[in-house]
Each structure stands twice: as structure tokens, then as C-alpha cells.
């Protein structure tokens, strides 16, 4: 069974996001990480950035797959997971945690409201 | 058409393998971790089940002759229980596929059993009948794909653990591509000094049905094709529809760096191509790549001189588990062959610094 928390709401392409509105976190889940396998890589946005909601922002590479990386939400981005470059496997270790991407601070707080629950995004990877 | 199943699929399954489709056949890629697979054969021993590998069985008063005028290498230089890398190339020189060659004990005559590539055998089958037709040659040729599992015992304890299992075999006297009919755990088996990833080892084959009693007998992680992958790009070895390939990547062996395998003193399909290639030079050869910026090589990626013009082609690529550095293999122009040359590879159309490095990147 793969860890889905509560707190925070998914895309069907497996990212998460976090829902405050002033600075929302990003990455991606459990279920996405296994999938993958061993993550090698990973290709982040930059401070500054402007996001719209389903922007590729990135890419993420395991040793068996590349994968690009989609905007839960539009805004703007404050604050990126340097630890990533040094050490991608993170993702792995914690998707959570220190596994995140990026934060962003968000243009449109009512777009959390279309992204899947964690529920839905449950039924999803069953 | 339904995928071919190693006749272990299910245990694979049991033990938590995922599958991937690969020459035709339903194979483990991991188990668990690349990584950890990887790093299982690097350091201690791992288990590869590798029966999508053929094999062909080749008897009779002219089995010589035919595998002469089908291979590269020279069949005759085997004794029984000998073994040799070889090319099957076509008329003009390119190749096919690349194969280990075993010569068996004999029978009334030399037999062979020789290992293309997986999803390989019906086209070897027809190659060597046809051949044999048209050359009027008293040759049986046996596609033995399916009475054949094939086991890879890798690693640095490979020794202790083949010992253990088949005390038998001598093991421990069988030089590199040596090999020898054994019991393994109470089944007969055909155990070869070979293997594919740099590292001490054997491949064992074992009648299909018997497959479970066997690899129940190995003692060693269980690894998929993942970490074969890996393992295999770190030494510079070549994968069959990859790195070279008929239709979309036709090399020759000598452009392939496999030249040593080509004995011009031998008569065989393709050979007088390869001695007009051998004369005049070749224009491109295959090389190793180190990235210097982030990013990982993958097949089909430019390379570059540093100026942006596009030279060649990445072939195989991947992040070294060994080394945590981006390598690739593929093909330039000899004049950017040398150690040390800068070029920058495209990844995802942006240039990255990159390298030549002359396989294998790690040092064994």
C-alpha cells in the first residue's frame, strides 16, 4: 500500500501539492517513486519562475525512465530543492518530505479546489 | 502475438519482480533496486535469469564447416568445452548479431551450442538451414531456445557460490570461457566461466523444466535486466538492436570495436567486406562518453563537437551506479575518438559538456 497523506491534494500525473495560500510545496508520490524506481536525476524550475497550472516544470530521470514533471498550480516559485542535484534519491526516501521539488506561491488559491483528493488520487493508483 | 515466459516467471513474480518486454519475452528488470542489484554483483553475487537468451545446437559430419562460414571467429581454434565471443555478420560486413560459441563434448562428430541474442533463434534457425541447404553441407541445426533455462552467477562470490551448489563442476578450474557439463543441485548441467557484466562469474544451462530445483541451489541476489543493463554499459559491452543492429544501427565489427573477434584467415559470410573495411580504415568507431554537466546520456541523443555540430549518436546510456557519473556509449568520427576529447552531448536539445572516454569506465 502506498503512503497517501491527507494534508495535501494530487494530480493524476502523480504530482502533490501542499494547500496553503500563501507558499504551497510540490513533488511528487509514493506511488509515482516506485514506479520510477532508483531516481538519478532531476530537472527543477528556478526562483522567479512563473508557473501556469499543467506546465511541465521539470524532469525527472530513474534508471530505467524519464518522466516530465507538471504544475499543480499557477504562481510563482520561491524556493527550489537544491539538496535534489547532490542527491536525487531523496525523492525515493522520503516523496514527502525531503523528497519535495519546489514551493510556489500560488496566483489562484481556487485552483486547489480541481485537483484530485487524496481519496480520488487513491482510487486512481488502485 | 503473447510475450515469451522464462519458465521461472512465477517465482519472479512471488519475489516481487517487475517485468519489461525485451526480445519477445516477459523478464524481471528489478526486483527491488537497480541500484542495489547493481551493487550486489559489483560487490558480492548476483543471480540474473537470462533464459530469453537462444540457443541453437548445431551436430554432424559438417557442424565445423557451417559454424566457420557463419561466425567471424575461428570454431576451430575451440576444443570441447571452449567457448568464444564471435560476430554473425552479413554479406557486407555488418553485423547481425554477437554470440558465445561452446564447443560440447563430441558426439560421433564436433557438436556445437551456440547463444544469439533473445528473440533471435527463429532467424538463426533459418540463417544456418538455409545456409546449410544452399551449400549442400550434412549439418542438424536444433533451435534448443526452449529446453535450455539460463542462469547468470556474477559477482566476486560467484566462485563460493557455484562451488557450493556444484562442487562438481571444479569451478575453480575452469578458466575464463571454459565450460563443462555438471551437476548442479542433482541436474545436469552446462556451466561456462562467461557472463556479461565485468565482474568473476558463470552462465548455467539447465534443462527448462528443472529451472526451479537449480536457481533454488545458487545462492545469490536476484537481479533483472535492469542491473545487466548497467552493469554491462559500465564495461563498454555491446547490446544486440542497441548498439549495433541491421536496420537502425548497422556497424560492422570492426566500427563495433570488436575486431578481435574477426579472423580474416577463416572463410565466412561477409568476411571479404570486412577485408576491404580492415584496408582502407574505418570512419566512425564506437566510444565511451562521460557527462560533465548534469543529466543523463539515453539511446538516440546527438553528440556534438563543442562548436554544436551534430557528430554522432548516443547508443546506450545511463547513470553510472558504480561511479554516480553519466556515461553513454555510441559512435563519432575516429578524429574525435580520443581520450579526452571535448564534445557536449543534447539532452533534451540543450548542450551538455561532455567527454570521450575508451570503455570500461570502471576499472576491473
Sequence with gaps: MFEIPDDRKYLESHEWTTTESDTARIGISDFAQDELGDVVFVELPEEGDELSAGD??????????????????????????????????????????????????????????????????????? | MGLRKPPLYDVHA???????????WDMPVEYDSIKAEHAAVRESVGIFDVSHMSELEVSGPDATALMQRLTTNDVTALDPGDSQYSAIVNDEGVIIDDTVVYRLPDRDDRVYLFIPNAGHDEEMYDRWTSYRDEWDLDATVEDVTEDWAMFAVQGPGALGTVSEAAPDASPDDLSKFQATFADVAGVECWVARTGYTGEDGFEILCPWDDAETVWSALDATPCGLGSRDTLRLEMGFLLSGQDFDPETEPRTPYEAGIGFVVKLDTQFVGRDALEQQQEAGIDETFVGVTLLDRGVPRHGYDIATEDGDVIGVVTSGTMSPTLSEPIGLGYVPVEYAADGTNVSILVRGREKRAEIVTPPFIDQ
Design chain 1, 56 to 126: 511541465e516544470f521539470g524532469v525527472i530521470e530513474s534508471i530505467k525512465a524519464v518522466s516530465d514533471l507538471y504544475a499543480p498550480i499557477s504562481g510563482t516559485v520561491t524556493a527550489v530543492n537544491e539538496d535534489l542535484f547532490d542527491a536525487p534519491e531523496l525523492v525515493n526516501d522520503d516523496p514527502y518530505g525531503d523528497g519535495w521539488m519546489f514551493e510556489i506561491e500560488p496566483s489562484d488559491a481556487d485552483e486547489f479546489d480541481s485537483l484530485l483528493s487524496p481519496e480520488e488520487y487513491r482510487e486512481q493508483t488502485e
Design chain 2, 14 to 24: 512471488d519475489a516481487g519482480a517487475t517485468f519489461t518486454e525485451f526480445g519477445g
